[in-house]
């Protein structure tokens, strides 16, 4: 019984992880400032006032930085409840931290919709239901969005 009850949330959260990876090609060169204008007001009202992240690529250096490190940050966000189910702690801790991270670099655009992934995921570590609620695959969402539409 308990295998069933986690075997479901491991498939979705792997089929989110899946489509997440899906959106991290290189994205094409002069891509991401035009389609990261259209992105931008989806937002805006709940990202904090203009910051160093506020660039096209946030705290990135390019969008392929960018794309790579917040399509790997949202895919492990989905696997963080395994981690901690698994007792491995210190990789748990570690991953907290580089996601909180990642949290405060990526662009205003995403800054809000990533922080609520952060949040959700972090507390799966410990509400097992954010998976069979919907929770995390609602967070997660806005995320591969994002991905999809400035990552090609």
Known sequence: MTSKNIARPLAVTALLAALALTGCSAPQAGSAPSSATGSSTASASAAPSPSETSGPFGGFSSAAEACSKISEQATGATLLPLSAAQGKTAELE???????????????SLKADFANLKEVAVAGVTDQTVFSSGKLQA??????????????
């Not at 570690?94 to 662009?107: G, I, M, S, W």
């Not at 967070?139 to 090609?152: H, Q």
């Open 94 to 108: 570690q991953f907290k931290t580089e996601l909180a991270e990642t949290a405060e670099r990526v662009p205003d």
């Open 139 to 152: 967070a997660m969402a806005p995320v591969t969005t994002w991905i999809t539409t400035n990552c090609k």
